[in-house]
């Protein structure tokens, strides 16, 4: 019937899109509040377009935060602040959440701790799955960079492989703002690079850095030739008038 009718097709199609939608304006919406229920929202009136998120751990937040406002600053974006409360899988979210499990004060040492507090957002969220909680929040605020503890991302493929924006692994060491003081990026062909070479020379706007810029030779001279001219571009577009270049080639064996 389907092949003879075209007009079949068309409304076959058209009834499969409607069914789409009405699952990522509704059902979707309901699947994350049962999920991941959001227990607390606190912003201020205006939204920026350019939003990160930092993972709130109260070890390293304080850290993550830093980079976060650099970046905020040169994207004239926002910064929000997520806490996942783990709820035993034995315990129904809907409970937890009756109870006034709500997380409020766990940022109340961060706000003291980070200057222009009121400015950002602070979130928490309920799951059985932290994961989960972060994938929401980000779709649901329109994320577009994440910036969380390396020791959660290290091993998380779930996040890596299903997160709508680009994310961010720090490896806050116990000598922080020193190892702030001076930036390494390791420069390939992926946009990863590029994001790579943004995201320091923001820190180094704030933090007074210096940049230094690594490139494996793997490529034929010519192509290694575009490489560079395309850094080069980089760093004209971000303005960034001086930096250290290394070229690092593979090691040859000899007899």
Request: proline share 4%.
């Amino acid at each position: 019937m389907l092949f003879a009718q075209p007009l079949s097709w068309a409304i076959a199609i058209v009834w499969i899109g409607v069914g789409f939608l009405i699952y990522r304006l509704y059902t979707s919406k309901r699947e994350k509040q049962a999920t991941a229920p959001l227990v607390f929202n606190q912003e201020p009136s205006e939204r920026k377009e350019y939003r990160i998120l930092v993972v709130f751990s109260k070890n390293t937040s304080t850290k993550l935060a830093k980079i976060a406002a650099a970046i905020a600053d040169q994207k004239d974006g926002e910064v929000s602040f997520l806490s996942v409360i783990n709820v035993p899988k034995q315990t129904p979210l809907s409970f937890a959440n009756k109870s006034g499990e709500t997380g409020i004060g766990v940022f109340d040492e961060l706000k003291k701790s980070i200057s222009h507090s009121i400015r950002h957002r602070y979130l928490v969220r309920l799951s059985h799955d932290p994961t989960e909680a972060i994938l929401a929040t980000a779709e649901d605020e329109g994320i577009n960079t994440m910036i969380v503890d390396f020791s959660f991302l290290r091993h998380n493929r779930k996040l890596l492989s299903l997160s709508t924006c680009d994310i961010i692994g720090v490896v806050p060491g116990k000598d922080f703002d020193k190892d702030m003081s001076n930036l390494i990026v390791s420069y390939d062909v992926g946009r990863h690079s590029n994001l790579g070479l943004e995201i320091a020379h923001a820190i180094s706007a704030d933090s007074k850095s210096k940049i230094r810029v690594i490139r494996g030779v793997t490529q034929s001279p010519q192509a290694e030739v575009e490489i560079v001219n395309k850094i080069n571009e980089v760093m004209f577009d971000l303005d960034i008038k001086k930096i250290q270049f290394e070229k690092v080639y593979p090691k040859t064996k000899t007899c």
